[in-house]
């Protein structure tokens, strides 16, 4: 009985020693592999799809959760032709958005993440560093318009801003009778979009193709790409409708409805024409709704003498 109990418990002290063993074990694996990652040089992590959510955010051209109406402002007012930005998708969390500053507009470009790797376009690239070194070589994107675009230029996130202020000398404040309920923030919607449309003629019916641009709530048409000046401007907040138009003996068409007339145009694809009629149409939400905005304000109170 007494060897029994030796030999069960040496087995015990076996057990125990091994399983010391094993944790030690892993424990200095664990210890060692932290000791990697934070000695790892930062071209080694660029290559692992663990760390890319880190090494998105050192990317100098990814602006967070910059929204389409803010990164369209930057491009037009401070891009030039072929700047662009990576930012979030808002309206899908984990997805990110390429916007593309245009001749006159800004294009906006899925790219998804699936976890493991970044789908954008027809190409696939199974970590961050493999995208990013993509846009290094300039690479040549086109859109169902057409519009053909070199990604020349990324937009940086971080600028440098003079610390400079203006002083105050005058402030007064009118008696008006208005309340914060009056203080309504305005600002005209960006969505821009451009690419060719045939348009029908007005006085002669004949079908000449133009190259249309839209911004804020002018929709112009030029000869062609090139040209300085546009034949016409189409002043949005008068126009009542846009909806496909089937009466005319061509596909993809759509007309937008003025009072003095209604202008037929046709795109070269189905998806265009569908692009086009919906940016159209949400910004003629936005001028109604921003015109329902302006009688509010116009109907409160003036100025009290």
């Not at 969390?93 to 294009?107: E, F, I, N, T, W």
Request: proline letters at 4%.
């Amino acid at each position: 009985m007494m060897g029994l109990d030796m030999v069960d418990m040496e087995t015990v002290v076996d057990t125990a020693h091994l399983a010391r063993s094993s944790a030690d074990g892993r424990m200095g694996r664990a210890e060692l592999l932290e000791g990697n990652m934070s000695t790892r040089a930062p071209s080694d992590l660029w290559s692992q799809p663990d760390g890319d959510a880190e090494l998105l955010q050192d990317l100098g051209w990814y602006h967070g959760d910059l929204t389409r109406h803010a990164a369209e402002a930057l491009l037009l007012s401070n891009g030039c032709d072929g700047s662009y930005l990576l930012r979030d998708r808002h309206e899908q969390p984990g997805q990110y958005s390429l916007s593309v500053r245009a001749k006159d507009s800004v294009k906006h470009f899925h790219v998804e993440y699936t976890g493991y790797s970044y789908k954008f376009g027809f190409n696939e690239y199974s970590s961050l560093k493999d995208f990013v070194k993509h846009f290094a070589n300039q690479p040549l994107i086109g859109s169902e318009t057409g519009t053909l675009m070199v990604l020349r230029h990324p937009y940086p996130r971080d600028v440098e801003e003079p610390a400079i202020y203006e002083s105050v000398r005058v402030h007064t404040a009118m008696q008006t009778g208005r309340t914060e309920s009056d203080l309504t923030p305005i600002a005209p919607s960006l969505g821009t979009k451009e690419g060719y449309l045939t348009k029908q003629g007005g006085l002669v019916k004949t079908w000449k193709t133009r190259w249309f641009t839209l911004h804020r709530n002018e929709l112009k048409y030029f000869k062609d790409q090139m040209s300085p000046e546009p034949i016409r401007t189409l002043d949005l907040r008068e126009c009542s409708a846009v909806q496909f138009d089937y009466s005319q003996e061509r596909v993809n068409c759509f007309c937008l409805v003025f009072p003095f007339r209604t202008f037929y145009l046709c795109a070269k694809t189905g998806v265009e024409a569908d692009e086009w009629i919906k940016i159209l149409r949400w910004k003629l939400s936005q001028i109604r709704k921003q015109l329902n905005q302006g009688e509010g304000t116009i109907r409160s109170p003036s100025f009290v003498f």
